[in-house]
């Protein structure tokens, strides 16, 4: 007789399906891979469906910042719930700083956004909602919320800084608006510019590495 799958196994089995191999989750149930395998496509579990880095990195900052239901993100990404479950417990294994869900945005927040996402920065608007500046860069793309003019209200500040020699990504993190967004008023408005130079962002790049790795070592 077929013994039966208790809640524990099952969620044992939708947490580690993708990212442990069918033979030590058969030996850690102390079920046969057959059965695990069964079970897995009765879940609606896959294996080996390759996440690309930007489904990883949205699906990290989905949890971490849009304060959501989960399944929001399994539409988005085109994969279950179980799927996505799955794969927030393979990064959270690799990144400690992967998060969990969140509060849900409210229609008067959402509206809130509506209002007033053109006359005001991230940094303002998450003040106000109480929320991260990067939760609400989010929200505003899910709603489909053009930032152009978020740009063009600091056309003052932005040609003074450029004139008085800041780079473009130094600019867009003071004003806290987006590098693309930036670039793209600046061809627009034939306004110059300089760029970081790769040295520098080479080396700005290297010591961020360096900062990680030195983390890490703390933590273990």
């Not at 900052?61 to 794969?87: C, M, P, Q, W």
């Not at 932005?158 to 004003?175: Q, S, V």
Request: proline share 1%.
């Amino acid at each position: 007789m077929l013994r039966r799958w208790t809640d524990v196994e099952i969620e044992f089995l939708e947490r580690n399906y993708e990212s442990m191999k069918t033979t030590d989750i058969a030996r850690k149930l102390a079920r046969s891979e057959q059965a695990v395998t069964r079970r897995a496509n009765k879940n609606g579990l896959t294996k080996n469906i390759t996440w690309t880095e930007d489904e990883d990195v949205y699906l990290a900052y989905f949890v971490y910042e849009n304060d959501t239901d989960i399944g929001e993100a399994a539409i988005f990404l085109n994969r279950s719930r179980n799927a996505v479950k799955s794969r927030l417990v393979s990064l959270r294994k690799r990144d400690d700083s992967v998060g969990y869900i969140r509060r849900k945005w409210t229609e008067e927040e959402d509206e809130f956004l509506r209002q007033n996402y053109k006359i005001m920065s991230n940094k303002s608007l998450g003040e106000s909602l109480r929320r991260t500046s990067a939760a609400i860069d989010y929200r505003k793309r899910f709603l489909k919320l053009k930032p152009s003019r978020a740009v063009s209200i600091h056309r003052n500040r932005i040609i003074d800084m450029a004139a008085k020699g800041y780079y473009r990504t130094e600019i867009a993190k003071e004003l806290d608006i987006n590098v693309i967004a930036l670039n793209g008023f600046l061809a627009k408005n034939n306004i110059y510019c300089e760029k970081k130079p790769m040295r520098e962002r080479d080396l700005s790049k290297f010591k961020m590495e360096a900062t990680k790795i030195a983390e890490r070592k703390l933590r273990c």
